[in-house]
């Protein structure tokens, strides 16, 4: 059962219940402006929001290391379970892994600047905005470029 618990708390560095949830916003959307089950668009833009929600987890919970390590709070990095560093590294792969599906898929120039503007919402959030009166401001951008 620990295991278990420190396999699910190594996940969490991905916040998987969260990104799963935006994804399927992201794809409800495209669902509504036209884009079936059988489009290869309706998958290619599940997989490029999911490593998009997965870099800007990762990121975050780099950001936010030493205030959950002071706030005692269960989460991968203060536990011990994921580096610092790899948090890091997945954080970026996994922007770099949206950007590359996003060519691949073939959906377009302004699909790609959708990408780099959500993501680069994201990472201001993390880094930057979270304590801050503007950190509406990432969520409501990338709220509202989701329906692009």
Known sequence: MRAVAARWTVLELLHP??????????????WIFGIGLRDGRFWWIGAIMLLVQ???SALNEWADAELDRRARRRRPIPLGLV??????????????????????????PFAL??????????????LWL???PLSFVPFATASSLQSF
Request: hydrophobic residues 60%; proline residues 2%; aromatic residues 8%.
């Open 17 to 30: 219940i969260p990104s799963l949830l935006t994804t399927l916003a992201a794809m409800g959307f495209a």
């Open 54 to 56: 997965f870099s800007i």
């Open 83 to 108: 580096s610092r560093g790899a948090a890091l590294s997945v954080a970026v792969v996994c922007a770099v892994g949206a950007f590359l599906l996003c060519v691949l898929s073939d959906l377009g």
């Open 113 to 126: 600047l959708l990408v780099g503007v959500g993501t680069a919402c994201g990472w201001a959030y993390d």
């Open 130 to 132: 979270k304590a801050t």
